[in-house]
């Protein structure tokens, strides 16, 4: 069992920086690679990025030069460096772990970008 817990999300005007973080503990050691989704109201789930236990990552064409995540294997925590921020970035943003059996979810943290 992995359990993910994700924090940083809030309300940034346009322009304006957030960065969320997703710790994950239980058998952590058994994720391979790490990502993040969000989700807009009356939206389907989206992947936003990705990243592997080796560090290569990919991004949704969306948030391409803006957004960057990161890990830190010792921690068993993923980053979501987002900068730049939009109103059409305001969602709900889920963290998720994938290990050979299943893939785990977190709670979810708001990301509201308004003025």
């Known amino acids: 069992q992995v359990q993910l817990v994700e924090s940083g999300g809030g309300l940034v005007q346009p322009g304006g920086s957030l960065r969320l973080s997703c710790a994950a503990s239980?058998?952590?050691?058994?994720?391979?690679?790490m990502a993040w989704y969000r989700q807009a109201p009356g939206k389907q789930r989206e992947l936003v990025a990705v990243?592997?236990?080796?560090?290569?990552?990919n991004y949704a064409d969306s948030v391409k030069g803006r957004f960057t995540i990161s890990r830190d294997n010792a921690k068993n925590t993923v980053y979501l460096q987002m900068n730049s921020l939009k109103p059409e970035d305001t969602a709900v943003y889920f963290c998720?772990?994938?290990?050979?059996?299943?893939?785990?979810w977190g709670q979810g943290t708001q990301v509201t970008v308004s003025s």
């Open positions: 998720a772990a994938n290990t050979i059996l299943r893939a785990y």
């Open positions: 239980g058998s952590a050691f058994s994720i391979n690679f």
């Open positions: 990243i592997t236990d080796g560090g290569s990552t």
